[in-house]
């Protein structure tokens, strides 16, 4: 078992400085501690606590997403959701490549409390383009193409893409995420709407606004991510017939910097 491997949550069930003249070299240095740097696609490891509402459920939960680096190259993005009545639990490990690529190895996903409990855990061998599924203890492989992603990770893909784009100054991306999702492999496609203000606990964030495109109308999933610090998600609904769930930043870190707005 790799070093990786024993970091994993288990569900129970350097560069070098240019010679600047004094002045100048204060300026720089002061400037990278004042805010997270964006000019890398390189993940950064950050700590959200949500507010999470459900409609239909007068129950308001906790959600908690967290980034961690485990190796150099080797990150575990978790999300959770828990209240006294049910819990979700995901967890994304990967790996990202030196050409800004996402590469899973392993997403779980356990949900427990109101409704059928479900545990599904997905091994990505790409030695061969598999992926072993191991829903409710009934494992089972599946061939994946290239470029394949897990579907809660492919967020942090968006993230560099979006990073890429405002960086650059590029025509708008097409974002579009190919996840091995329900026993088949899907397509997720994305539109970016826009800029919004949105005012939050830790200050007023100006946000991009994002939608996942869907072949009807009748469901749907916004994204707010936080444009100055990272591509943080600020806030995330998604809507369905009869029934929605939000979840609404209440306080981050980013890269051991207290996400603040004065």
């Known amino acids: 078992m790799t ?36 000019s890398q696609a390189e993940p950064l490891p950050f700590r959200a606590v949500y507010k999470a509402t459900a409609k239909g459920i007068p129950v308001v939960a906790e959600g908690i997403r967290e980034l961690t680096r485990l190796t150099d190259n080797s990150y575990l993005l978790t999300s ?54 191991d829903v409710q203890s009934k494992p089972w492989k599946m061939t994946i193409p290239e470029g394949a992603m897990d579907k809660l990770g492919y967020q942090i893909k968006m993230r560099a893409d979006l990073q890429h784009h405002y960086a650059n ?12 999702d329900g026993g088949r492999v899907k397509t997720y496609n ?3 709407l826009g800029e919004e203000y949105i005012d939050t606990p830790v200050g007023r964030l100006n946000t991009v606004k994002i939608v996942r495109l869907r072949d009807n109308n009748k469901r749907s999933t916004i994204f707010w991510l936080a444009k100055d610090w990272d591509f943080l998600l600020v806030r995330l609904q998604r809507i369905e017939p009869g029934k929605s769930f939000d979840l609404s930043l209440k306080k981050a870190t980013l890269n051991g910097i207290d996400v603040r707005v004065n």
């Open 3 to 38: 070093d990786c491997q024993h970091k994993i949550r288990r569900h129970p069930r350097s560069g070098i400085l240019k010679r600047l003249p004094l002045p100048q070299l204060l300026i720089g240095m002061m400037l990278l501690q004042s805010a997270p740097q964006v």
């Open 80 to 133: 959770s959701v828990d209240s006294w009545i049910a819990s979700i639990d995901e967890q994304s490990l990967f790996t990202w490549q030196s050409d800004n690529q996402f590469l899973p190895t392993e997403y779980q996903y356990h949900r427990h409390g109101i409704g059928k409990d479900r545990d599904a855990i997905l091994k990505f061998d790409w030695s061969i383009h598999q992926v072993l599924n």
């Open 169 to 180: 100054s590029t025509p708008k991306p097409e974002l579009s995420y190919l996840i091995a």
């Open 190 to 192: 994305f539109e970016i």
